[in-house]
T-cell receptor
Framework: IAGITQAPTSQILAAGRRMTLRCTQDMRHNAMYWYRQDLGLGLRLIHYSNTAGTTGKGEVPDGYSVSRANTDDFPLTLASAVPSQTSVYFC????????????FGQGTRLTVV | GQNIDQPTEMTATEGAIVQINCTYQTSGFNGLFWYQQHAGEAPTFLSYNVLDGLEEKGRFSSFLSRSKGYSYLLLKELQMKDSASYLCAASDSNYQLIWGAGTKLIIKP
């Protein structure tokens, strides 16, 4: 693993189903983030974690949950998917301290039908 | 409210210079980031400004005016590979990034 990895790359999901998007980083970054990116809108923060064991809500947290059991992993769960959650999801990480560069995973393209 | 504005799309010619503007309104301000995003790929970091003035990095430069809530990204000697979206993001008082929708830059031969 080099950098930050997301899985799956893409997924078609039936509405009402549960889904977990995986994110793993090997840079030992303390901070991790989940964003969604929709056409015509900027990246919107869903949830974040400043360090292992802590999480926080971003701008659009409803319908999503996260956990941070260790430094490397930051999974995002959709408990019951809805079509409005169709989006491209990006996981990112950054080193300790404010205003450090964020590194992004390659993204997960999710379609809820 | 918090807001980032940048043009939706710009077109420029290979070899030329282009300036992509960004204005921001945030609750507190702790710096301005520019990222590049090629179609279907992840954003990658280009620059960070927290003090007024110009930061130069090769063919790319970024400028910040805190009093005007304004930044621009200057790309010189444009190459076809520079065709991408350029994302402006401001760091607010909680060091959370507020992102613009991105400027799609089209380079023509």
């Amino acid at each position: 693993i080099a950098g930050i990895t997301q899985a799956p790359t893409s997924q078609i999901l039936a509405a009402g189903r549960r889904m977990t998007l995986r994110c793993t980083q090997d840079m030992r970054h303390n901070a991790m983030y989940w964003y969604r990116q929709d056409l015509g809108l900027g990246l919107r923060l869903i949830h974040y974690s400043n360090t292992a064991g802590t999480t926080g809500k971003g701008e659009v947290p409803d319908g999503y949950s996260v956990s941070r059991a260790n430094t490397d992993d930051f999974p995002l769960t959709l408990a019951s998917a809805v079509p409005s959650q169709t989006s491209v999801y990006f996981c990112a990480s950054s080193d300790s301290g404010e205003n450090t560069e964020a590194f992004f995973g390659q993204g997960t393209r999710l379609t809820v039908v | 409210g918090q807001n980032i504005d940048q043009p939706t799309e710009m077109t420029a010619t290979e070899g030329a210079i282009v300036q992509i503007n960004c204005t921001y309104q945030t609750s507190g301000f702790n710096g301005l980031f520019w990222y590049q995003q090629h179609a279907g790929e992840a954003p990658t970091f280009l620059s960070y400004n927290v003090l007024d003035g110009l930061e130069e990095k090769g063919r790319f430069s970024s400028f910040l005016s805190r009093s005007k809530g304004y930044s621009y990204l200057l790309l010189k000697e444009l190459q076809m590979k520079d065709s991408a979206s350029y994302l402006c993001a401001a760091s607010d008082s909680n060091y959370q990034l507020i992102w613009g929708a991105g400027t799609k830059l089209i380079i023509k031969p």
